[in-house]
């Protein structure tokens, strides 16, 4: 069921939004060799507990910490813990919010150091399938109208796009109805209306498209080793277009 959401709604999202933007910033700042993946939680949950949101992530079906952490060939679900980063690396990192039982929910994937040239542009590319993504959220567009720019921008890169793992509507729940693929033929599946707030998510690999989940159960890999990378924003489709949430 497809939950539309009222400006009321969407101005407690948007101080969930603006919560997960400032964590975003917060770990984008941190970011750097030597750092371990605890530390960057520690930061976030010391921010969240200063803007009284909650961590979403923490203890939803069983997550054990507030935010992921996904190095290299990790494609998401990444535990953060004792690794340390290192020159070269990169890291995606997904923040949830929960700000009066409204949630929001963004990621950024980053540099270490330098990294190699394929890195440098996945990450590019993959933040363009993003870009291309919000900008289909418009209410003359469907659903799939944002799968399909997603893919292209990856595919055209000579990226694959990640299949298992999609997008989703947000709301009172981190996970609600309609599912966002990041791939699919154009002009499928519901019209975007007003009202309907939308986490979007392009993960892409450099490899193949095909995942595994580590003996962790949580941090999903691809199957191939390749790097993978992610970025997500959580968009309101208004009457004027989309309105990006999580954007500082
Ligand atoms: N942004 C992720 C998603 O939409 C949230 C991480 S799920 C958690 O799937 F279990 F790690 F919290
Ligand atoms: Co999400």
Redesign the pocket.
Same mark, same amino acid.
């Given at each position: 069921m497809i939950i539309l959401k009222s400006e009321r709604e969407i101005a407690i999202m948007r101080e969930a939004g603006k919560i997960v933007a400032l964590a975003i910033a917060e770990v984008t700042r941190a970011v750097r060799p030597g750092i371990s993946t605890g530390e960057l939680n520690a930061l976030v949950e010391n921010l969240m507990a200063k803007q009284k949101a909650r961590p979403a992530f923490k203890g939803y079906h069983g997550y054990p910490a507030s935010i992921c952490t996904s190095i290299n060939e990790e494609i998401v679900h990444g535990i953060p813990g004792l690794k340390v980063l290192k020159e070269g690396d990169i890291i995606s990192i =997904?923040i @949830?919010a929960e700000i009066n039982g409204y949630f929001a =929910?963004?990621?950024v994937t980053l540099a270490v150091g330098d990294i190699d040239p394929v890195s440098r542009r996945l990450l590019e590319t993959t933040a363009q399938c993003l870009e291309a993504g919000i900008r289909q959220c418009t209410k003359d567009k469907r659903l799939s109208d944002i799968s399909h720019a997603i893919q292209s921008v990856a595919e055209s890169n000579g990226y694959s796009v990640v299949r298992e793992y999609v @997008?989703?509507g947000?709301g009172r729940a981190?996970?609600e109805d309609p599912q966002v693929p990041n791939f699919g033929k154009p002009g499928r599946g519901i019209k975007l209306s007003p009202g309907l707030v939308l986490?979007i !998510?392009p993960m892409v690999n450099v490899g193949r498209f095909d995942t595994a989940v580590l003996d962790d159960n949580w941090t999903v890999v691809t199957k191939d080793g390749s790097r993978s990378a992610h970025f !997500?924003h959580?968009v309101a489709i208004t009457e004027r277009g989309p309105e990006i949430l999580t954007r500082c």
């Open positions: =997904d @949830g =929910d963004a990621a @997008g989703h947000i981190m996970h986490a !998510e !997500e959580t």
